[in-house]
Nanobody
Framework: QVQLVESGGGLVQAGGSLRLSCAAS????????MNWYRQAPGKQRELVAS???????NYADSVKGRFTISRDNAKNTGHLQMNTLKPEDTGVYYC?????????????????WGQGTQVTVSS
């Protein structure tokens, strides 16, 4: 069983920075794509940034130039560096990953989610 755990959320003033981390744990697994989503109160969950195993990245237009996604394949960790934060960045941030995990004598590709970490940006 693979688990994703986020950390690094908190309260910050507008213009400040936060660095979110996502750590995957378990046995015999390989992370393919890693994503960060966020969900603001009363809104749908939205994709913020993605990174492939090879390091190719994509960002939502609203965070381009301010957020940077990265990962360490050897450590099975991912990060989201968030700079120049705005009040509209407030929400619960979720780590999501497509993972090949060894289950019952074969590798199974599944979607995994972390529990989320709260980011609050005050104006």
């Amino acid at each position: 069983q693979v688990q994703l755990v986020e950390s690094g959320g908190g309260l910050v003033q507008a213009g400040g920075s936060l660095r979110l981390s996502c750590a995957a744990s378990g046995s015999d697994f390989s992370i393919n794509i890693m994503n960060w989503y966020r969900q603001a109160p009363g809104k749908q969950r939205e994709l913020v940034a993605s990174i492939t195993r090879g390091g190719s990245t994509n960002y939502a237009d609203s965070v381009k130039g301010r957020f940077t996604i990265s990962r360490d394949n050897a450590k099975n960790t991912g990060h989201l560096q968030m700079n120049t934060l705005k009040p509209e960045d407030t929400g619960v941030y979720y780590c999501n990953a497509g993972i090949y995990a060894y289950v019952s004598s074969s590798y199974v590709y599944s979607d995994y989610w972390g529990q989320g970490t709260q980011v609050t940006v005050s104006s």
